[in-house]
Nanobody, 120 residues
Framework: VQLVESGGGLVQAGGSLRLSCAAS????????MGWYRQAPGKQRELVAA????????NYVDSVKGRFTISRDNAKNTMYLQMNSLKPEDTAVYYC??????????????WGQGTQVTVSS
């Protein structure tokens, strides 16, 4: 599985961005997906996650009500709509895909990351 993020950039506080994560390869194996972020000097944190069907999502408290995660399995793409951005949202955002193979073997795949910078 290969993951490629896009949509990052520089935006003023209060603005919006939409991140995309395009998956290719053995996409049939992908189960849950998520967006993580890592700010300078901080640990990587889970921002939002979504189940295989998209029927269930969860968010870190700091983004609830502002970010929306979604996925289009027909396009093998996951999205993160980010509204009302704050300077503290500045980070490198990573796409994650959790794959399950025959024999219950599991593996996590990561994208290369996309920079989001929110200016005050």
């Amino acid at each position: 599985v290969q993951l490629v993020e896009s949509g990052g950039g520089l935006v003023q506080a209060g603005g919006s961005l939409r991140l995309s994560c395009a998956a290719s390869g053995s996409t049939f194996s992908i189960n849950a997906m998520g967006w993580y972020r890592q700010a300078p000097g901080k640990q990587r944190e889970l921002v939002a996650a979504i189940t295989r069907t998209g029927g269930s999502t969860n968010y870190v408290d700091s983004v609830k009500g502002r970010f929306t995660i979604s996925r289009d399995n027909a396009k093998n793409t996951m999205y993160l709509q980010m509204n009302s951005l704050k300077p503290e949202d500045t980070a490198v955002y990573y796409c994650n895909a959790h794959a399950i193979y025959l024999g219950a073997r599991q593996y996590d795949y990561w994208g290369q990351g996309t920079q989001v910078t929110v200016s005050s």
